[in-house]
């Protein structure tokens, strides 16, 4: 769920995820809230809503849908990614998952918009080593890989409105 909202100071924010280290292909790196798909969950979007309760707290009533975005597919976990964008017209309070969630990063439009926040890295992954990947530069972290595809659409799609 690639979630905006406004601050206490009407500034937009997107909300990311830092994930807890754990032994996995997916540790410590940035990303949007979600999950895999559970037996209760009838459609990917009720995977989405489930998933952005439990890891940060927001309830599936504050969250207004805005488009489905293009699948991804991540070779690593061999998953097939439906995700979201959703907005919420009031500041949210998070209740993170202590077991799944190391920390909420607000990223402010702005700074997401901006071209100067784009780069090109060199990262070793789990399947390959030093390959070029293009990456966001946001509140000192580094997003790649699955959820920087995600947000490069994300961008795009703003850059048509605004």
């Keep these: 769920m690639a979630l905006f909202y406004p601050d206490g100071s009407q500034r937009t924010q997107l909300l990311l ?7 996995g292909v997916h540790s ?7 999950g895999k798909s559970e037996p209760e969950d009838t ?4 995977t989405a809503l489930r998933e952005t309760h439990e890891e940060v707290g927001v309830s599936p009533t504050k969250i207004q849908i805005l488009k489905t975005l293009s699948e991804v597919y991540i070779p690593p976990s061999n998953y097939l990614v439906q995700p979201f964008m959703g907005l919420s017209e ?6 993170i998952q202590e077991s799944e969630v190391a920390a909420i990063v607000e990223v402010d439009l702005m700074d ?3 071209h100067a926040n784009l780069s090109e890295e060199k990262l070793s992954t789990s399947y390959a080593k030093n390959i070029s990947v293009p990456a966001f530069k946001l509140n000192g972290y580094t997003v ?7 947000m490069s659409e994300i961008k795009e799609l703003l850059e048509q409105v605004l």
């Design 17 to 23: 995820i830092l994930r807890k280290t754990y032994q």
């Design 28 to 34: 410590n790196q940035i990303a949007f809230p979600g």
């Design 43 to 46: 459609t990917p979007l009720a």
């Design 90 to 95: 009031n500041p949210l309070t998070f209740h």
């Design 112 to 114: 997401f918009m901006d």
């Design 144 to 150: 790649w890989g699955a959820t920087a595809m995600m």
